[in-house]
């Protein structure tokens, strides 16, 4: 083994080791709990430029290991109203995605190229063709793991400035849905979560049906892996 698979499979252990004890740290201390109301009444609300500053970076902080971005545009609507809301919450949740995006693609891409680069051609082919509209399908869905997403896209060839802006425009109808639902918007609760619940279903339609259109447009082979 040379000294440039050596570098590459030590990457690849830091890359794991990390994500690992990320993992363990958020269940000790029960990070994932932390972020709720109370915090924001403390920390947040009323608190100027230091508690916006503080808030995204949390919010980045945090979708970018793995906590769903729902919350944090459940509480950006709650923190700072439905319109404030929902632009906070997407770009907390898209410095997340590039911060979970270039950690893959700085320790991951030699190691997951080299063992499973048969594996991750597919992924890779269905990202860098019209990256933009490809990242905004997949964020338009509700199904699938964000930080896996994130991650996949590190290792692949894909730009980093499309898949990033993709993703921000995709992030926009769910984060808009849950900072509604937040925001204690001045609309009977009911009609309140009927509106969310209709934007929801309608944005997943669209989601799935563009993923179909994009998906058949793809010239893959069926593949077993």
């Given at each position: ?24 740290l958020?269940?000790?201390f ?30 980045a ?5 793995g906590?769903?971005?729902q ?35 700085f ?5 997951v ?6 594996r991750i ?10 990256t933009i509209?490809?990242?905004l399908?997949?964020?338009?869905m ?19 400035g499309p ?5 921000a425009?995709?992030f ?7 900072a ?37 447009s793809?010239?893959l ?5």
């Amino acid at each position: 083994m040379d000294q440039k698979q050596v570098k590459t499979y030590l990457k690849g252990i830091v890359m794991l080791a990390v994500l690992a004890g990320i993992g363990v740290l958020f269940q000790a201390f029960d990070l994932g709990n932390a972020l709720d109301e109370s915090w924001i009444d403390s920390h947040i609300r009323n608190h100027g430029l230091y508690g916006i500053t503080l808030f995204v970076g949390a919010g980045a902080l945090f979708t970018a290991v793995g906590l769903p971005r729902q919350i944090i545009s459940f509480l950006s609507g709650y923190a700072y109203g439905f319109v404030a809301g929902t632009a906070l919450g997407t770009l907390a949740t898209t410095i997340g995605c590039a911060l979970a995006f270039f950690y893959s693609r700085f320790f991951g891409r030699s190691f997951v190229n080299r063992r499973f680069g048969k594996r991750i051609q597919k992924v890779d082919s269905f990202l860098t063709n019209n990256t933009i509209s490809t990242a905004l399908v997949i964020r338009f869905m509700p199904v699938g793991s964000n930080i896996l997403t994130n991650l996949l896209a590190g290792v692949t060839g894909v730009k980093s400035g499309p898949f990033l802006l993709g993703s921000a425009i995709g992030f926009i109808p769910q984060t808009l849905i849950f900072a509604l639902l937040g925001s204690g918007f001045n609309v009977d609760p009911v009609w309140r979560t009927s509106l969310s619940i209709a934007l929801f279903i309608i944005s997943t339609w669209l989601g799935f049906k563009l993923y179909r259109a994009r998906k058949n447009s793809l010239p893959l082979e069926d593949s077993e892996d």
